[in-house]
């Protein structure tokens, strides 16, 4: 069991953030290049409220709009032939769901740090906005927006709450690390559930441990690069 579960929580996680990650710098771009702060303001809100939500709400709200019963998730079994309510996509939307708002946010705080100089300076020079933003801002920003990645996966591989609710806890299918943990401590075996707490903190650790290595060797590039 504590095989599967590390195989779905993985291959979760994963498909989880090949979608947070281009979703969350496209809305990170969009939100650091509006110009009206009412906009800016309501857009941030909105795209960091799963953040801030409890994720039995979260999973509430997705329950509610892809159930079986409800038009969106009768529209993909009718016409996908497949449901995403208690599926394997289901973990993966939850996941995705309570990792966005890591990866915008570090993708956001990384491009409004780019220098608006080498922007302006590329604008001069004729580059179009998408070359400035390939060749310039992501570049420049890539260290932040790659540490909002690896945050976002390991939010992704450790969501509980919203997995559960639209999900499930099928073993074998919908069970991720988190839930097997649940399921061992409610059936009193805290030693199986100790293994699992384990690998997920272990993987957490490894996680944490790069982006301040990512971060920390950022920081002696930048110093090496002033002006003495």
Same mark, same amino acid.
């Given at each position: 069991?504590?095989?599967?579960?590390?195989?779905?929580?993985?291959?979760?996680?994963?498909?989880?953030?090949?979608?947070?990650?281009?979703?969350?710098?496209? !809305?990170?771009?969009?939100? !650091?290049?509006?110009?009206?702060?009412?906009?800016?303001?309501?857009? $941030?809100?909105?795209?960091?409220?799963?953040?801030?939500?409890?994720?039995? @709400?979260?999973?509430?709200?997705?329950?509610?709009?892809?159930?079986?019963?409800?038009?969106?998730?009768?529209?993909? !079994?009718?016409?996908?032939?497949?449901?995403? /309510?208690?599926?394997?996509?289901?973990? @993966?939307?939850?996941?995705?769901?309570?990792?966005?708002?890591? %990866?915008?946010?570090?993708?956001?705080? !990384?491009?409004?740090?780019?220098?608006? $100089?080498?922007?302006? /300076? /590329?604008?001069?020079?004729?580059?179009?906005?998408?070359?400035?933003?390939?060749?310039?801002?992501?570049?420049?920003?890539?260290?932040? @927006? &790659?540490?909002?990645?690896?945050?976002?996966?390991?939010?992704?591989?450790?969501?509980?709450?919203?997995?559960?609710?639209?999900?499930?806890?099928?073993?074998?299918?919908?069970?991720?690390?988190?839930?097997?943990?649940?399921?061992?401590?409610?059936?009193?075996? %805290?030693?199986?559930?100790?293994?699992? &707490?384990? &690998?997920?903190? /272990?993987?957490?650790?490894?996680?944490?441990?790069?982006?301040?290595?990512?971060?920390?060797?950022?920081?002696?590039?930048?110093?090496?690069?002033?002006?003495?």
């Amino acid at each position: 069991m504590l095989w599967s579960a590390m195989f779905i929580s993985l291959k979760t996680a994963s498909a989880a953030i090949a979608v947070t990650f281009f979703l969350g710098v496209a !809305a990170a771009r969009f939100v !650091a290049g509006l110009r009206r702060r009412r906009w800016k303001l309501a857009l $941030d809100g909105l795209f960091t409220l799963p953040l801030v939500l409890p994720p039995t @709400v979260a999973g509430f709200f997705l329950l509610y709009v892809f159930g079986l019963n409800r038009p969106v998730g009768r529209f993909f !079994a009718e016409w996908f032939g497949f449901k995403i /309510a208690f599926s394997w996509s289901a973990t @993966v939307l939850a996941a995705v769901t309570a990792s966005f708002p890591l %990866m915008y946010r570090a993708a956001r705080g !990384a491009f409004e740090q780019v220098d608006p $100089d080498l922007v302006n /300076a /590329a604008r001069t020079l004729g580059l179009s906005e998408w070359r400035i933003f390939w060749r310039i801002v992501l570049p420049t920003a890539l260290p932040g @927006v &790659v540490a909002g990645g690896v945050l976002a996966f390991a939010r992704g591989m450790g969501e509980f709450g919203a997995t559960a609710m639209i999900a499930g806890n099928i073993a074998g299918r919908t069970q991720t690390l988190p839930l097997a943990i649940y399921s061992a401590v409610a059936a009193g075996d %805290m030693e199986t559930a100790g293994g699992y &707490v384990a &690998v997920i903190a /272990a993987l957490s650790f490894i996680a944490v441990s790069g982006i301040n290595q990512l971060l920390a060797k950022e920081g002696r590039a930048g110093r090496r690069g002033e002006p003495g």
